[in-house]
């Protein structure tokens, strides 16, 4: 089974500052990765899939990259609202969430 | 717009059933598959599996084989998870989740959730 890394599991920053949270996978998943918002006591909400395309409706702060088993969700010009969790999903070889990365303002 | 409502919260006993719905509107419903998610409290998400709400086939998680099923009532728009025999690690809440047109594992909608809590 492909595992999923999330890192690291709390972040805190400040408004404004560029942030980026790291997903790293035991093997390739050849860019079949997603990132998932989930804000205190909601849904999650997709953000980023196919590793690097921004879901409709998503500000253009949010941007994935990455390839192979290394992704990263960036987040520039952060702002108090994207306080939340984020969790990373795979979609090559099965389905699998990482453990996520709980976002904090400082 | 795209909608899906879960049903409401449960507390049930161990080895009682509960059944949980998930009624979907501004979209037909089965053209996209519908996944279940699992999130016990203060932890992360765990897929469980997903139905073709076309065929009506479910595919289960390793981890959800048994005491756990997927149904519809597509006549409704409604998918629903059936959990039996519960246990207290079933306390969690349950997303469903939508497949998306263009890839089915990527999930592009989901419900609001369904708390269940099991306890004696």
């Known amino acids: 089974d492909i595992q999923m890394t999330q890192s690291p599991s709390l972040l805190s920053a400040s408004v404004g500052d560029r942030v980026t949270l790291s997903c790293k996978a035991s093997?390739?998943?050849?860019?079949?990765l997603t990132w998932y918002q989930q804000k205190l006591g909601e849904a999650p909400k997709l953000l980023i899939y196919?590793?690097?395309s921004l879901q409709t409706g998503i500000p253009s702060r949010f941007s994935g990259s990455g390839s192979g088993t290394d992704y990263t969700l960036t987040i520039s010009n952060l702002q108090p609202e994207d306080v939340a969790t984020y969790f990373c999903?795979?979609?090559?070889?099965?389905?699998?969430f990482g453990s996520g990365t709980k976002l904090e303002i400082k | 717009q795209i909608q899906l409502v879960q049903s409401g919260p449960e507390l049930k006993k161990p080895g009682e059933s509960v059944k949980i719905s998930c009624k979907a509107s501004?979209?037909?419903?089965?053209?996209?598959?519908m996944h279940w998610v699992k999130q016990a409290p203060g932890k992360g998400l765990k897929w469980m599996g997903w139905?073709?709400?076309?065929?009506?086939?479910?595919t289960y998680a390793d981890d959800f084989k048994g005491r756990f099923v997927f149904s519809l009532e597509a006549s409704a728009s409604t998918a629903n998870l059936q959990i039996s025999n519960l246990k207290n690690e079933d306390t969690a809440t349950y997303f469903c989740?939508?497949?998306?047109?263009?890839?089915?594992?990527?999930?592009?909608?989901w419900g609001q959730g369904a708390s269940v809590t099991v306890s004696s």
């Open positions: 989740a939508r497949g998306a047109y263009w890839e089915r594992d990527v999930m592009d909608a």
């Open positions: 501004g979209y037909t419903f089965t053209d996209y598959a």
């Open positions: 139905i073709n709400t076309y065929t009506g086939k479910p």
């Open positions: 093997q390739s998943i050849y860019n079949s």
């Open positions: 196919d590793a690097n």
């Open positions: 999903q795979k979609y090559y070889s099965g389905l699998t």
